[in-house]
């Protein structure tokens, strides 16, 4: 693993100056807006690291000496007074301190990770889709490139911690007076800090804007699925590392298909007369128009499958298929010659007509319209 300085490209003895330049340097490298991608994202955090512990006088000189930025080693540390308990516990539990301290608190700060809602179409979810949208987030300070400052300035070391980042005072208990230790007011626990705050992001190191990128959305999507871009969320404080940005996709409704897993399923409507005697039809599809063939004799209800014209599979090879499903339509209103007509067909197929209804001998055609839809 290397050293907090062979990532920054700095040698032992760089001056805090050096570490700020080379910091600056990789940033702009590395940074998830201008670089895109896992690797660059991994480096710019790395380096970050590395430059929070460096840049700090208290942890670099506990880093130089023990090669951990936390100050342990296979040994054990800590007042013990033999009894089994630590009396530096006891101090923190009840007065929120007066132990030793870890440093000075970091600006530095990881974004926040950001979900945003994506529509697309039903079209979109079976082949797949390059989605642009707009994100409205926190992105780097290009004034003063993460450091808070303004241009030509830098932080100072806090007058009344000393930058320490916390403060001592006595308090009377029933253990007698005890000095217990909190946070600096003064420096917010920082042990520095700006007297000359960027006028463009606040000394926040980041500013709110909106920006424009493009999401691979891959075929198989449905509602729910969320798309994780590393590195596409909000910025962090002091040009800290930034999150991830979270893409929930939205699978609009359409107005002839309907979704079932990776199956589309389809309504095709037909006269009476073209499901007794069979015809072919053609139906409008997501992959352009398809022959659809019916039988003499069709019924309502019967369901054709045309295979792979469904949704490709979001894991896995192929497609799903396409369910048309038929809808026979028997005429509502007759006029007098229609009427007739019918009567005849019925009488020479043997469904003789009766007060209205239909009163079959056989199993024919009228026998099964009767059966699933009632009076003529």
């Not at 700020?20 to 990789?26: T, V």
């Not at 920006?211 to 800290?240: D, N």
């Amino acid at each position: 693993m290397s050293s907090h300085y062979e990532t920054l490209g700095v040698s032992p003895d760089a001056s805090g100056e050096e570490i700020k330049k080379a910091y600056r340097k990789l940033a702009r490298q590395f940074h998830p807006d201008v670089n895109p991608g896992e690797e660059a994202s991994e480096r710019f955090k790395a380096v970050t690291h590395a430059y929070e512990v460096l840049s700090d006088p208290e942890k670099r000189r506990v880093y130089d000496a023990t090669g951990n930025e936390n100050g342990t080693d296979n040994g054990f540390s800590g007042a013990y007074n033999g009894a089994g308990f630590a009396f530096q516990d006891i101090f923190e539990t009840f007065f929120g301190g007066g132990g030793a301290q870890t440093g000075p608190a970091s600006r530095v700060r990881r974004g926040q990770d950001a979900l945003i809602a994506v529509r697309i179409e039903l079209k979109d979810a079976v082949f797949g889709v390059n989605k642009k949208i707009e994100v409205d987030t926190a992105v780097l300070c290009t004034r003063c490139e993460g450091s808070c400052c303004e241009p030509g300035t830098q932080p100072v070391r806090c007058s009344v911690c000393h930058g320490s980042g916390h403060v001592q005072r006595a308090v009377r208990s029933i253990l007698g007076q005890v000095m217990t230790t909190a946070t600096c007011p003064s420096c917010g626990g920082f042990g520095t800090e700006i007297p000359s705050p960027c006028n463009e992001c606040g000394g926040e190191g980041r500013v709110r804007s909106r920006r424009s990128l493009t999401v691979k959305i891959p075929a198989g999507v449905s509602t729910g699925t969320r798309i994780q871009l590393a590195g596409q969320g909000e910025a962090g404080t002091a040009g800290g590392p930034t999150g991830d940005l979270y893409v929930e996709i939205r699978v609009a409704t359409h107005t002839t298909f309907s979704r079932d897993g990776d199956n589309l399923h389809a309504t095709l409507s037909v006269p009476m007369t073209a499901a007794a005697l069979g015809t072919e039809l053609t139906l409008e599809t997501f992959d352009g128009e398809q022959t659809i063939t019916l039988h003499p004799g069709t019924q309502s209800g019967d369901v054709i499958t045309l295979q792979h014209l469904g949704v490709a599979r979001l894991r896995g090879a192929g497609r799903g298929d396409l369910l048309v499903h038929v809808n026979v339509e028997v005429p509502t209103k007759l006029d007098a010659e229609q009427e007739e007509l019918l009567r005849q067909l019925a009488k020479l197929r043997g469904e003789h007509v009766a007060e209205g209804k239909l009163v079959g001998t056989g199993g024919g055609m009228f026998a099964k319209l009767r059966d699933k839809f009632g009076n003529l």
